[in-house]
């Protein structure tokens, strides 16, 4: 079973901090995507990453892809409070069914 | 281009009743997930439909079933109501039978009492 695992499951930040929060596997992964997810809202996709080492940058968020594919981190410059929301990364298993982590709560407070 | 609808987007049942949610997907998408989302559980996977055939199925009892027509709009329908059946329903479509590049709609938020 090729699991996800993020951390921190929860981060409450001032506007204007830095964050890191990351997503973790033991299986290596062909691509892996983030999502936030807003409150009464479904997820929406922010990134896809798919080489392994690869960096992506979608204005103040940067996408990493670990080396080996077994692992992402998403950093936040700068937070806002529009930046809150629930942060989730996921990844096709063997069944090329989308699997999720549990998922990121931040909070950016003003 | 309009995105993933829902409806409807709440719903009140109690255990033993049954329930029948609808997704439309995004104009020219003919691949339809369903997942659910709950607090213990986070976002797990029911099953996804494409040209009317289910490709993929989640570990879920089979109380949980789906369905896509014609137009590849698709319903979930769940039987035997529980309380641990409570939770956000989403529905995403893309383009193609694949796990990435999945476009969300709001959700269904069933509550079971």
């Known amino acids: 079973t090729q699991l996800l695992e993020q951390s921190p499951q929860f981060l409450s930040i001032q506007e204007g901090e830095n964050l890191t929060v990351y997503c973790n596997s033991s299986s290596v992964f062909s691509s892996l995507q983030w999502y936030r997810q807003e409150p009464g809202e479904g997820p929406v996709l922010l990134v896809t990453v798919v080489t392994g080492g690869e960096v992506k940058k979608l204005k103040r968020l940067t996408f990493q892809f670990g080396d080996a594919r077994k692992d992402s981190s998403l950093h936040i410059t700068a937070a806002q409070p529009g930046d809150t929301g629930l942060y989730l990364c996921a990844g096709p298993n063997a069944g090329n069914m989308l699997t999720f982590g549990g998922g990121t709560r931040l909070m950016v407070k003003p | 281009k309009a995105g993933v609808t829902q409806t409807p987007r709440y719903l009140i049942k109690t255990r033993g009743q049954q329930v029948t949610l609808s997704c439309s997907p995004i104009?020219?998408?003919?691949?339809v997930s369903w997942y659910q989302q709950t607090p213990g559980q986070g976002l797990q996977f029911l099953f996804e439909y494409f040209s009317e055939t289910q490709r993929n199925k989640g570990n879920f009892p089979g109380r949980f079933s789906g369905r896509q027509f014609s137009n590849s709009r698709s319903e979930m329908n769940v039987s035997t109501l529980e309380l641990g059946d409570s939770a956000l329903y989403l529905c995403?479509?893309?383009?193609?039978?694949?796990?990435?590049?999945?476009?969300f709609g709001p959700g269904t938020r069933l509550t079971v009492l």
């Open positions: 104009s020219g998408h003919r691949s």
């Open positions: 995403a479509s893309s383009k193609l039978v694949r796990a990435d590049t999945q476009y």
